[in-house]
């Protein structure tokens, strides 16, 4: 099928051209741009290594924090004596919670949510309960990591 | 037969809605209206806008490694590692602005010495030729308070010898040297003082000043080489015709940079010593050496004076002609030939080019 | 071409090169694998093909606008009618 004019002009296809050209060009300029101005968005390790003196002997009823990424975390030991580990996080608006020995609960102070000894919410906005870990002891090693997540130490 | 409507991507209705706020018809007209002559020398009016443009990449690279580097003496060094070995690209955009900023300053002098040897610093554009120098003076600052940013061995060397160089000059040395250094050596306060200069001091009074710069230029327009004055030398407009032929060149030069950038990326030596000595062979940035070689080349003492205090009066004096040239030159005012500052012109440039030469192979 | 651009940009951030051992050494910046190498020249290459293409664009541009400039079309109106 033969056409009796072209669907564009010169002109419009030289201006279309050169526009998305240049819109793939700066796009690309821009991507490298900012994938320098935010390196990595948050992103929360899968596991930390911690020394396991420092927090398998904590006192019943008491928390000890340790480093989640850029986060709390918190070595717990409840009042039956078991040892758990948890994200020191509200599950609200990710304020950092404290525990409360006298109440045996943990306290958001930012809006008021509580949570007991098992992690669940209870009272307040926090919507969710707190995320518990899974830790292991592999010889001098204390390794916390997150529930599900395979832990490949590196060959250091 | 018109076989197309009107293209929507020329946005009619985005268009439509500006026109009925504001009325830039007279501005488009002057826009219009702006020439550029055409003639065998024309490439070099395309000089100005490289530096315009580096510019620009220097301030965009600029802002970005400034969300990382951190201003303290303590932690300065050790941020610039972890801009280069552990961010996303920081290697690259750490490179691109050393680059950026070495040939910002070279086509700096490109473009100086340029309108030095066409003499467009004649009549009626001497303000030009005045905010021209000081924009130079204020990107050898740039350079050397950006320098003195990495806190390594050379940089704080380097910083040490310019500020006390600074420090010889008669009667206000002293003050001078106070001032840049923030106390009595580099220190902390130095770099604290320097980043101040480089990130908000320098960068606002650049804008402003070549602001000023560039609107003049188009007051006046391009100059026209003397040996054309007589000639009826065509003109073609700016929109579009040259500022596509801007954009090519700019191209060029981003695309040189990048390479240069990517392929050559500087290393960073040791973190400073306050109390160490100078590295070996200590040199300073290229757009330093002809001062410096200069200074080396006068004794200890002429005629019981002493040799450094006469070679620094003897800078100033070149460097005060060099910035009241447009005074001096009364020929090229009055429109006529003016052989005599030709090879003036000439011969800061010979000489120019002669010291950097020997500073940079000595 | 953007998704190539996107694709292998995030793969070029993978970059890690030498950390310095001791003091005395410079610190490396260039990546010593041949794995990253290559990433950053093509990353180069397509960076030099988008930057000719703009040229090349530009410069189509550039003879359309002096043609019209010649045969005098910028010069009429954008929504004159049409010959008869």
């Keep these: ?156 | 037969m018109w076989p197309e409507r009107e293209s929507r991507l020329n946005c009619p209705r985005l268009k439509n809605w500006f026109a009925e706020r504001y009325d830039i018809a007279p501005l488009k007209k002057l826009a219009r209206e702006k020439l550029v002559p055409v003639h065998g020398h024309d490439l070099w009016y395309y000089t100005g806008g490289v530096v315009l443009f580096l510019f620009a990449l220097q301030f965009i690279t600029g802002m970005l490694l400034s969300f990382y580097y951190i201003p303290h003496a303590e932690h300065a060094h050790k941020s610039i590692i972890e801009i280069v070995t552990k961010l996303n690209m920081g290697w690259f955009f750490r490179s691109l602005h050393h680059w950026g900023s070495q040939l910002a300053i070279f086509f700096l002098f490109v473009h100086l010495f340029a309108t030095l040897l066409f003499k467009s610093y004649r009549k009626p554009r001497e303000l030009l030729w005045y905010s021209g120098f000081i924009l130079l003076v204020t990107a050898i600052f740039f350079g050397l308070s950006g320098y003195l940013l990495l806190w390594d061995e050379r940089a704080f060397a380097a910083v040490r010898v310019a500020t006390g160089g600074a420090g010889a000059l008669p009667i206000v040395g002293d003050f001078i040297k106070a001032f840049l250094r923030g106390g009595f050596d580099v220190t902390g306060e130095t770099l604290t003082r320097f980043y101040a200069f480089h990130v908000a001091i320098l960068p606002l009074f650049t804008i402003f000043l070549m602001g000023l710069h560039i609107i003049i230029v188009q007051i006046h327009g391009m100059s026209t080489p003397l040996s054309l004055k007589d000639k009826n030398v065509p003109q073609v407009p700016f929109f579009p015709n040259i500022l596509y032929r801007d954009i090519i060149v700019w191209l060029v030069v981003l695309g040189l940079t990048v390479t240069i950038a990517t392929l050559l990326p500087p290393e960073i030596g040791q973190k400073a010593d306050p109390l160490a000595a100078p590295p070996e062979n200590i040199k300073p940035e290229w757009y330093f050496l002809f001062l410096f070689q200069t200074l080396k080349i006068f004794p200890g003492e002429i005629l019981g004076l002493n040799g450094e205090t006469i070679a620094i009066m003897l800078i100033s004096a070149g460097i005060l002609i060099f910035f009241l040239i447009p005074l001096l030159d009364r020929k090229s005012g009055r429109g006529e030939r003016s052989p005599l500052f030709t090879v003036v012109g000439y011969a800061y440039l010979a000489y120019f080019l002669i010291m950097t030469t020997i500073g940079y192979f000595t | ?84």
């Design chain 1, 1 to 156: 099928m033969k056409l009796e004019c072209s669907l564009v002009t010169r002109r419009t296809f030289v201006n279309t051209l050169l526009g998305g050209w240049l819109l793939a060009a700066l796009s690309g300029g821009i991507f490298a741009l900012l994938r320098f101005a935010f390196p990595t968005l948050g992103k929360e390790p899968d596991f930390v290594i911690l020394k396991p003196d420092d927090y398998l002997d904590i006192p019943a009823n008491s928390t000890k924090a340790f480093a989640w990424g850029g986060k709390l975390g918190l070595f717990f030991r409840k009042t039956d004596g078991n040892l758990v580990a948890l994200k020191g996080v509200c599950s609200h608006m990710e304020c950092n919670i404290a525990y409360k020995p006298e109440e045996r609960k943990f306290y958001c102070s930012c809006h008021k949510g509580w949570f007991d000894e098992n992690g669940k919410n209870i009272q307040g906005p926090p919507p969710k309960p707190l995320e518990i870990f899974v830790y292991t002891v592999e010889g001098d090693k204390l390794i916390v990591a997150r529930k599900g997540v395979k832990v490949e130490l590196p060959k250091a």
């Design chain 3, 1 to 84: 071409m953007t998704l190539t651009v996107c694709i292998t940009t995030v793969i070029a951030f993978i970059v890690s090169p030498l950390w310095a051992q001791e003091a005395k050494k410079a610190i490396e910046v260039f990546p010593s694998t041949p794995y990253y190498q290559f990433i950053i020249f093509e990353n180069l290459a397509i960076f030099w093909i988008a930057i000719i293409g703009l040229i090349v664009i530009l410069r189509m541009k550039l003879r359309e606008i002096e043609q019209r400039q010649k045969l005098g079309l910028d010069r009429e109106e954008n929504d004159a009618a049409p010959p008869n």
